[in-house]
């Protein structure tokens, strides 16, 4: 059998800069930007749209991990399908991903004990052209050291699904756990603003969004809530804007936050 091969980046050049230094200095800029509050996050909520429209946001998140640059050691990534269907939850049997500032390792360990759930299935097809965990990695890449991702692709799957493959690979100090999301779609700018609010409200009150109109990561979203609540875990909001706050356009819009989520005993 042969090795598994790298997943090659497949949104470089469109949802974010190809060449690695125009990346670096993307994802510098808009960390430097943020104003991160002195949190220690076992959880985040990030969106994952074009960083154009969503980094500011997703970078008031990361910007909180550069104090745990040496004591994250393995990120526990749930992003929802956009591209292939998947029945719940789909692993990947590639032993990195590759962006332009480099290959991050899969944690195989990981990968395979999740693989023992029956709601996990190995699907590389699922991974090979999906952004939602793509785009989070130069991120990543910028404010941690030596890490190791566990990535799922999340399909039809449950809140109590997806909280299963969490509270299996919980871990401790080491172990980060990311769920990508944006929230409403395509609504008009005062719309976007009421519904994503409460969004919002719904996530910081630990309660399950009801529908997949409220945020495209709904499940994963879900599955944290209830692992959060399991584990006694504080909620907080970052940042909530959409894309006609940072790209102009507020016919249409798209809806972005950012949560940190930390133990009781931290932050």
């Not at 790298?6 to 050049?13: D, L, N, S």
């Not at 970078?59 to 269907?85: C, D, E, N, Q, W």
């Not at 480099?102 to 952004?131: F, N, R």
Request: glycine letters at 6%; charged letters at 15%; proline letters at 7%.
């Amino acid at each position: 059998m042969s090795v598994p091969s790298f997943r090659a980046p497949a949104v470089a050049g469109l949802f974010y800069p190809a060449d690695a230094a125009t990346l670096a200095a993307t994802v510098g800029s808009m960390l430097a930007a943020a104003h991160p509050s002195p949190l220690m996050p076992k959880a985040l909520i990030v969106p994952h749209a074009g960083y154009v429209y969503s980094g500011p946001v997703a970078a008031s998140a990361y910007a909180l991990l550069r104090p745990l640059a040496k004591t994250i050691r393995r990120v526990v990534l749930f992003g929802p399908a956009h591209r292939v269907p998947v029945a719940a939850l789909a692993a990947t049997s590639a032993a990195s991903f590759a962006t332009p500032l480099g290959q991050v390792p899969v944690d195989g360990t990981a990968i395979a004990a999740a693989a023992m759930l029956a709601q996990v299935k190995i699907s590389d097809p699922a991974h090979a052209e999906e952004h939602s965990l793509e785009v989070q990695l130069p991120f990543l890449q910028t404010v941690l050291e030596d890490f190791s991702i566990a990535p799922f692709v999340v399909g039809g799957a449950s809140g109590s699904q997806v909280a299963e493959v969490i509270e299996l690979l919980w871990g401790g100090p080491e172990t980060l756990i990311v769920v990508s999301s944006d929230l409403s779609h395509y609504l008009p700018y005062a719309m976007a603003r009421q519904i994503d609010s409460a969004t919002a409200d719904t996530v910081l009150t630990l309660r399950s969004l009801a529908h997949h109109e409220q945020a495209c990561g709904a499940a994963a979203i879900n599955g944290l809530v209830e692992a959060a609540r399991r584990r006694h875990l504080r909620p907080k909001l970052l940042d909530l804007r959409n894309s006609g706050d940072t790209a102009g356009d507020k016919s249409r819009v798209v809806g972005y936050a950012a949560f940190a989520f930390t133990e009781t005993d931290h932050g």
